[in-house]
Nanobody
């Protein structure tokens, strides 16, 4: 079973940027996955699916991150990326890389341990 390992989280000031990475333990997993994406969860809040990309390259974003975040694949590195710009305090959360499930509704079947993003205003 694939393991997903996130990295790239940290602390940043409002208006700043971060790029999250997700490495898969199985070779060529990222390029061939039916559905991959990211979700986040802040303390006391429900999980929020924020971005997904399916095997045909169809990309979806939650309204909360649209036009600020970009999901992409680096197939050569077997890595999923999330470029986050114009960050606000509302973006502070644990971010999880996820795979499987149903992309259009951000429902995923498996995910990693997460990486923390903290945005200070």
């Amino acid at each position: 079973q694939v393991q997903l390992v996130e990295s790239g989280g940290g602390s940043v000031q409002a208006g700043g940027s971060l790029t999250l990475s997700c490495a898969a333990s199985i070779e060529r997993y990222i390029s061939s996955a039916v559905c991959m994406g990211w979700f986040r969860q802040a303390p006391g809040k429900e999980r929020e699916g924020i971005a997904s990309i399916d095997m045909n390259g169809n990309i979806r974003y939650a309204n909360s991150v649209k036009d600020r975040f970009t999901i992409s694949k680096d197939n050569a590195k077997n890595t999923l990326l999330l470029q986050m710009n114009s960050l606000t305090a509302e973006d502070s959360a644990m971010y999880y890389c996820a795979a499987g499930g149903y992309c259009p509704t951000f429902q995923f079947g498996r995910w990693g341990q997460g990486t923390q993003v903290t945005v200070s205003s």
